[in-house]
């Protein structure tokens, strides 16, 4: 990091910065640590530090988080806090003391092996002793003690759980769900309670174009968006560029106008000269729109969290251009498919109240938490675990990570933060939610495997020892019975190997949405 001192700037390892020393922030870069802006403006990105999907504006007296990144401007920072007193610190902290206190799960399979062993032992003695007791050669007791032995190994018995548990986390990984180990596989079996992220799991965490809105009688949303795209061309504010991309994809083939006297006001917007009009792209929460249906979109917008532009050509307004970030394809089927298997879905998000109820209507969820922070959703877990739910934890972002690693189970999608999935217990390599319901069933379909192997063992071992124990088994009988055994509990863990997930239903698309589970969702942001 670059460290500002006496009007040089001097590149400095970031253990060796001070409370109260100035350090820059270049385009690109992540704030080093949490302080206040002393000078420069940008827009900085912090949903993978809090949870916010829009930018976030930042001036002179802002406070920022350390881990932000710093999509615009140069910024000189002030810091606040170093090392353990910052946000991350706080957060990894957290992590750990959730990581510590996990209990470790037993096997019950070995456990019962390891009364079972001892048990068949006393056994055999047991008829050796009866037999010779009863007036039988030492040959016969022997070979009876033997049989007992041999038939009872607990070959079955061992294998039956760990077979199950190594296919089905070898299935997991061919469907894209990488399993930390056994212990993750039975708590997605048992979890009942589902704790979701927003920015980045059910949605894609960029913001984009959502609906453009023109005047009636003026040059059309079509020519608005072209105009505004192209102004928007030398912008580094991601509303900027998500709309520059948008009118780009739009005009398909044909080249954007290109843009002239192009300038750009902090907080405000942009203007430039396109086709010899003056375009100009700003904030339309802080436009005077006159009642019709620029107003009305740009209330909407407002209404349901979303970003709203305005774009005015020769001083006219002309188009208000929604932005908000965007639904996974999938998330709804997913949502759907958890409830269907009896999983209770809960949204969980730093972003913004309106923004949160807008996505969980669009996904059916019904018990919403926005604003919260990482503390506060580590806390949410707490409570849901002291009701008595298991609960599931899915999110990608460093602000889910003291959540993920609390929870029963932690749950991160595969394109989050090595944070995230440092403290998960199951990773989504796959783009799609509809992951996390294969999961769920895989796990499901393990335990009935699970048990039809101990149900096997068992009943194996009550009929056959005291056919041997009365000499009704010869050693070689009892060997072939054992090893048959151990074969066929190994077969059935096998036959999860070709474990399919149930194909999807086809579910009907929900109100306010386009193409299902593709539908605009909200992530508000100040120009």
Known sequence: MVRAEDGSERRIPIAELRVGDRFVVRPGERVATDGTVVSGSSALDLSLVTGESAPVEAGPGTAVVGG???????????????????????????????????????????????????????????VLGFWLGAGGSPQAAITAAVAVLVVACPCALGLATPTALLAATGRGAGLGILVSGP?????????????LDKTGTLTTGSMTVTTVTAR?????AGAALRLAAAAEAGSEHPVGRAVHAHGAAEAGAEPLPRAEEFTATAGVGVRARVDGHLVEVVRADGADLAAGPLAEAAEEADRHGRTAVLVRVDDAAEAVIALG?????????????????????????????????????????????????????????????????????????????AAL????????MGSGTDAAIGAADVTLVREDMGALADAVRLARRTSVTVRSNLAWAFGYNMVTVPLAAVGLLSPMVAAAAMSASSVLVVGNSLRLRGWQPAPARR??????????????????AAR
């Open 507 to 524: 579910t009907p698309a929900r109100a306010g949405s386009g193409r299902r589970g593709t539908a605009p969702v909200p992530g508000k």
């Open 216 to 220: 009636t009688g003026g040059v059309g």
């Open 68 to 126: 932000a990144v710093n999509s615009g401007g140069l910024l000189e920072v002030r810091a606040g806090a170093v090392g353990a007193d910052t946000q991350l610190a706080r957060i990894a902290k957290l992590v750990e003391d959730a990581q510590t206190g996990k209990a470790r799960v037993q096997r019950v399979a070995d456990a019962i092996a390891g009364v079972f062993v001892p048990a068949v032992l006393a056994v055999a003695v047991t």
């Open 325 to 401: 970030d965007t639904v996974r394809s999938g998330s709804y089927r997913a949502c759907d498919h958890l409830k269907r298997l009896g999983l209770r879905p809960v949204l969980a998000t730093g972003d913004s109240e309106a923004a949160a109820r807008s996505v969980a209507a669009e996904l059916g969820i019904d018990e919403v938490h926005a604003r919260m922070t990482p503390e506060g959703k580590a806390e949410l877990v707490r409570e849901l675990r002291a009701k008595g739910h298991r609960v599931a934890v899915i999110g990608d972002g460093v602000n889910d990570t």
């Open 183 to 195: 212990q993750a596989l039975e708590g997605l079996r048992r979890v009942d309670t589902v704790v």
């Open 405 to 412: 690693a609390g929870a029963d189970l932690g749950i991160a």
